[in-house]
Each structure stands twice: as structure tokens, then as C-alpha cells.
């Protein structure tokens, strides 16, 4: 059973940034791929950005140009590093994992970004 543990969310300014990590149980160079998203209150889980096992990145949304995703397989971990943060990018952020045909998540970890 995969599991994933995020962490680094918390209270920030609009303008600031923040690095979340996501630690997984096992070798996540196995995964086949490994994501972040994100859930507004009242809104859809959306996707932020995904990183492959060969480090090919894709990014999507508002938060195109403002977030960098990436994994450091020694401590099995996947960073998203965001930057310049507005006041809509308060939600909670998941780490998705994929691998074989299942595909995995986080608790999540809250992201409040204040005015």
C-alpha cells in the first residue's frame, strides 16, 4: 500500500511563497508519475503539476509560471515550490501518485494565502 504524507502548508502573505514536500512510503522511482493538485472550498480538484519518473514536468492552471515541481528520489520525496502567491491560491494541496493502474493521495496539507 502506497502512502503519502504531505507537508509545508500554512499561513502566508499574498506575494509570498511556500515549498511543499510529499514523502512516500516507498521508492518513488517506481511511480510512474507524481502530481500535486488542488481543492478550493466549493470548487473541483484541480491539477497543479505533475512530474514523470524520468523528470519530464507538466503544468496547468493559474498556477502555470508561478510553481516549480520536483523529486529527490534519495528521500523518496516530491516538492512543489510555489511562488508569488495570490489570495485564490488558498486551498488544500494533494499529492497524487501513480503506479501500475492504481493511482494514490495524500491527507492533503492546507495552503491559506491572506490579503
Known amino acids: 500500500q502506497v502512502q503519502l504524507v504531505e507537508s509545508g502548508g500554512g499561513l502566508v502573505q499574498a506575494g509570498g511563497s511556500l515549498r511543499l514536500s510529499c514523502v512516500a512510503s516507498g521508492s518513488i522511482f517506481s511511480f510512474d508519475r507524481m502530481g500535486w493538485y488542488r481543492q478550493a472550498p466549493g470548487k473541483q480538484r484541480e491539477l497543479v503539476a505533475t512530474?514523470?519518473?524520468?523528470?519530464?514536468?507538466n503544468y496547468a492552471g493559474d498556477m502555470k509560471g508561478r510553481v516549480t515541481i520536483s523529486r529527490e528520489n534519495a528521500k523518496n520525496a516530491v516538492y512543489l515550490q510555489m511562488n508569488s502567491l495570490k489570495v485564490e491560491d488558498t486551498a488544500v494541496y494533494f499529492c497524487?501518485?501513480?503506479?501500475?493502474?492504481?493511482?494514490?493521495w495524500g491527507q492533503g496539507t492546507q495552503v491559506t494565502v491572506s490579503s
Open positions: 512530474i514523470t519518473r524520468l523528470g519530464i514536468t
Open positions: 497524487s501518485a501513480w503506479i501500475g493502474g492504481g493511482n494514490y
